[in-house]
């Protein structure tokens, strides 16, 4: 069997999700490796180090910003050369926009986002989420034609590179048409604060802020201590929040170390989302509040005056 | 430590019902009112479940009323700033597949018309601009309800509960009930984990706990739990919070937004009950464990008219045990065997929708010197002058489930 991993890689380094491709069990499959963009020919190293027998460059200024049409052309153009039986890619922003190309063009069988994939002589098995990870499809493949599957990320451990391994390499030329898309620019996001599922300290604000503008003292909180910024079902439902900020049943599930809960009363859909905080603090004006019950902190008072002056607590004791 | 105080009516359950009941009371004067709720929180077990759908057309006149009651209460108290029950008055379409159905839903309308309540049979093609996602050919009529639509069952019960504790209401959680105390055939007081309270009436609001309680006065009702299930999907195409609430009776589902995704649920043929007695009084409820085939199942029933349901992820399954009784009809008012024992139950999953109405009914049927015919044919006497199989009652109320939606239902 032969397996082409398709490598990512940023700043002149492979990325992890790359690497570890080269730790799923791929049992006696002969590993080959591609890697595409302007000057990638260091990149050879690592990937031998990792396992790869055998590392494709393909070196082009086109190919430097990595649009998926033009990796879909080069990629589409070499896959058949080599005629592996198997594709793998991480499922990434790049290997989500790749895959589906290159199944379309080659004729390929499709298995995206798997979270386990083995290789046992002949035979490849991969299983995938549905339903949001409710259940998971076990994926068999009915034909010898190619098969083409993307991984989620840390589903494989990556493995210790082998100094003392290294790959053959082989330049390989491709003739890539006039491009319909071109980059022009990455201009990063300008959102500073940290996502509600990886923040060690969230601000979570509810429905009783009345309005998108009132949100703006929960967002000071929230920067003055490096906190991302939550909201309740109700206040998303009343358009003050997107609903990435939504925390609950029917949200995101959060465990940070502090949880400050601001004019929230606790229904049980957002305990599900929060309870398991560490530390749980809540300002509510209504002392019967259910979310006093699980705060381990209460204020009972109006957000509008506690929360500015937590703010600025926070600012004075940053400041000195 | 603060004694909880005695009380002329005691409500027991903090669920939607209770604290409905209570907010009726104190609507029509009664303010010694406590109520007593076994949880650290209101609204924690089955209104906390529930989808909050509230429908106005109904077979029967009497019920068409008891929701236009409610719903005029969602309006008012959503009209007030300080606690919303979050009431989304977006409407409602009603499906029919089939010709039986469409006669059913003329024989609906017309029970509307009488009630006065606004109803329209709509085309295809204006159900379509309700509802863009949808396919609906295969529709043989669609019935229109613009005053219908959903809240969020939380909040609802939060807000009665501000309302009533603003009149003056007492509400205590935490507060387990543990005997009903009576003399010369009239309640007196009861017991609680935190002593004796004594009063004049108590009102049995206790849910999947109602049969406990009744069994406490030596009241023996037909209170089954029947679990039931809906599913929120991830966001969705087209799925926005303003879309009309639908039912779609032959497949025996409901459904409408949820935020930017899809709520889907509906009535299985097969359904899972309990008896009252599997379970103690202080307990919750078991654990309800996610049914797949019943989401499955659902999926299947919506695919003529939504085939791309079977694509969505599934967010999150919200599932409880609301209670049916055998005839499928609400349990209100006082024994004649026990003076100042009230029921309030038996919602047969009409709790949330029905909370104002079914208060209004409760308070008629302990304050009025004549109350209607429909509020006495409800009283839990109709189950105490015969006795009753227990078996084959749980297979009647498990049926109520089973044909929520079945003609002539």
Known sequence: MKILIIAEHKNGQLSEATQELFGLPLGQAEVHAVVTGEGVEPLAGPLGQLGAAKVHLIDSPTLASGTGESLGQALGQFIPQLAPDVVLAAHTPQGKDLAPRLAAALDAALATDCVQVSCDGDQVTARRPVYAGKATAEVEFTNDSLKVITVRPRTAKSPEPDATRSAEVAPVAVELPEQKTTLKELIASDNARPDVTEASIVVTGGRSLGSAENFSIIEAFADSIGAAVGSSRAAVDAGYRPYRDQVGQTGKVVSPQVYIACGVSGAIQHLAGMRTSKHIVAINTDPDAPIFQLADYGIVGDLFEVVPQLTEAAKNRNGS | ?409
């Open chain 2, 1 to 409: 430590m603060d004694t909880i105080g005695d009380a002329e009516i005691v409500v027991i359950g903090g669920g939607g019902i209770g604290c409905g009941v209570l907010h009726s009371l104190c609507q029509a004067g009664k303010t010694d009112v406590l109520l007593l709720e076994k949880n650290e929180a209101l609204a924690s077990e089955t209104t906390s479940q529930a989808a909050g759908l509230v429908g106005q057309v109904r077979t029967s006149i009497e019920r068409v009323e008891l929701a236009m009651w409610s719903v005029k209460t969602f309006s008012e108290m959503e009209a007030e700033p300080e606690a919303k029950p979050g009431w989304r008055q977006v409407g409602s379409l009603r499906v029919a597949l089939t010709d039986e159905r469409v006669a059913e839903f003329e024989q609906m309308k017309s029970v509307a018309d009488k009630a006065g309540l606004e109803t329209a049979f709509i085309s295809n093609d204006e159900a379509r601009a309700k509802w863009p996602m949808f396919d609906f050919s295969p529709a043989k009529s669609v019935l229109w309800c613009p005053s219908d639509g959903y809240l969020q069952p939380n909040d609802l019960a939060m807000a009665y509960a501000h309302r009533a504790r603003k009149k003056g209401a007492r509400l205590a959680t935490g507060v387990p009930v543990e005997g009903i105390r009576t003399e010369n055939g009239r309640v007196t007081g009861i017991d609680t984990s935190q002593g004796v309270i004594a009063c004049d009436t108590v009102i049995n609001a206790a849910g999947a706990h109602a049969w406990h309680i009744a069994k406490m006065a030596g009241l023996h009702l037909p209170i089954f739990p029947v679990r039931h299930e809906y599913f929120v999907s991830v966001d969705a195409y087209g799925m926005q919070p303003e879309l009309p609430v639908m039912r779609v009776p032959d497949a025996s589902l409901y459904l409408r937004a949820e935020i930017n995704g899809l709520l889907l649920g509906g009535w299985e043929p097969e359904s899972l009950s309990l008896k009252p007695d599997d379970f103690e009084n202080g307990q919750t409820p078991p654990r309800v464990e996610e049914d797949w085939d019943v989401m499955g199942w659902f999926i299947e029933q919506i695919a003529p008219l939504y085939g791309k349901a079977a694509d969505l992820g599934v967010r999150t399954i919200f599932k409880g045990w609301p209670t049916f009784v055998p005839d499928g009809k609400f349990i209100i008012g006082e024994s004649r065997k026990l003076k100042g024992f009230v029921m309030a139950g038996g919602c047969n999953a009409h709790g949330v929708s029905g909370s104002a109405g079914i208060g209004r009914h409760v308070v008629e049927s302990m304050l009025e010197s004549s109350p209607s015919d429909y509020v006495r044919s409800l009283s839990p006497d109709r189950f105490l002058d015969s006795k009753w199989d227990a078996a084959e009652a749980q297979t009647r109320a498990k049926r109520i489930y089973e044909t929520y939606y079945a003609l002539g239902h």
